[in-house]
């Protein structure tokens, strides 16, 4: 398992690389949650989200044993996150997408200097490509969540936070695959316990929520909801027994409940979050943490938004 050790390292690895993230306030929130609310804001990181610690950290060990080319299957956050970090390091990147995938993301990798290769539709196409071309190379493939340097790289963000907000109640994490949160759980579980860590997942793709509760990996099939980084199918093999070993809960947000979060925060705090770190607002807001007057820190995963999608984000219901 990863330990807090791992995540150290890999935050002295990430030093000049990755940017210390600014956490943020709002009267606002605090007086609408009843709590005082702290913004962790990822959204603010390179390349738009946390992902970039994960596979720096991982690619920077791959280099060291001596990769020059790495390959990811995600046209998404962790696609340009591994697009950037090759760039910044001079090796190659091959990022494998699907054929339907948006223009703005093609760009997006484009920009970061990343190779674009169009297969299929599913992951499950994407994957074993992305991993062949890879060998091909002798390259280095770069999972997204289900691997324990990029789940150290991720665990930053909890040793950040718990230096930037010494007086943490509850730390509320968006959960897809797993590697942000196991990340988390791991850093701040052996340096403060007292600290409770919470799930935010929405309800239509509650498959951390089913895995906890059924005691082990439980899968659901192709979800849309609007927390598109959140879509993951199942937690992770290396993920999820850290998060059954340590998480303290999980909260369901409905899609209605994650619009109402995002705009919130667009609108009041002038914050563009994308909906998957929006769903971690909804957490809070939907009373389900059971809490008055504790300080509430919220992972702001990431603010990767196409603006032209932002119309189907909000809700006609009143926000305040
Ligand atoms: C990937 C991602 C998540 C989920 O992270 P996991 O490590 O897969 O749980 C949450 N928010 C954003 C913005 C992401 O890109």
């Known amino acids: 398992m990863v330990s807090i050790d ?14 210390q993230t600014p956490v943020l306030t709002s009267a606002l929130l605090n007086e609408k949650s009843g709590n005082r609310i702290y ?15 994960g596979a720096a950290n991982a690619v920077i060990d791959a280099v060291r044993k001596g990769a020059n080319y790495v390959t990811a299957a995600s046209s998404g956050n962790h696609g340009q996150a591994v ?4 760039a910044e390091l001079g090796i190659h990147a091959t990022i494998v997408v699907p054929e339907d995938v948006n223009r703005a993301k093609v760009e997006a990798i484009k920009a970061y ?10 992951s499950a196409e994407r ?5 062949q071309i890879a060998e091909e190379n002798t390259g280095f493939y770069v999972p997204p969540y289900d691997h324990p340097d990029v789940i150290a790289g991720q665990g930053t963000v909890g040793l950040e936070l718990i230096d930037q907000v010494p007086e943490a109640d509850i730390i ?6 797993g590697g942000l949160l196991a990340g988390i759980l791991t850093a701040v579980k052996a340096a403060k316990p007292h600290i409770r860590v919470i799930a935010a997942e929405p ?29 993951t199918s199942q937690p992770g093999n290396l993920t999820f027994p850290i998060l059954q070993k340590h998480l303290d809960g999980i909260v369901l947000v409905s899609e209605d409940e994650i619009k109402r979060a995002f705009q919130f925060m667009l609108e009041r705090t ?24 504790k300080n509430i820190v919220a992972v702001l995963s990431g603010g990767n938004v196409d603006l032209h999608q932002v119309k189907n984000f909000l809700t006609e219901s009143s926000t305040v």
């Open 6 to 19: 791992d995540v150290k390292k890999a935050q002295r690895e990430l030093k000049g690389i990755i940017r």
């Open 39 to 53: 913004l962790k804001s990822e959204h603010l990181q390179k390349t738009g989200s946390f992902k970039v610690r």
């Open 83 to 86: 697009a950037y970090i090759a």
């Open 113 to 122: 200097k990343g190779e674009v290769v169009y297969c299929g539709t599913t």
């Open 127 to 131: 994957i074993p490509r992305a991993i």
């Open 172 to 177: 509320v994490v968006p959960v897809g695959g």
């Open 203 to 231: 309800e239509m793709a509650n498959d951390t929520y089913l895995s906890i509760n059924n005691n082990k990996i439980t899968a659901i099939h192709g979800t849309t909801t609007i927390a598109d980084g959140l879509r």
């Open 270 to 293: 002038k914050q563009l979050i994308e909906p998957s770190s929006a769903v971690a607002i909804a957490a809070i807001f939907s009373g389900k943490l059971e809490t008055a007057d």
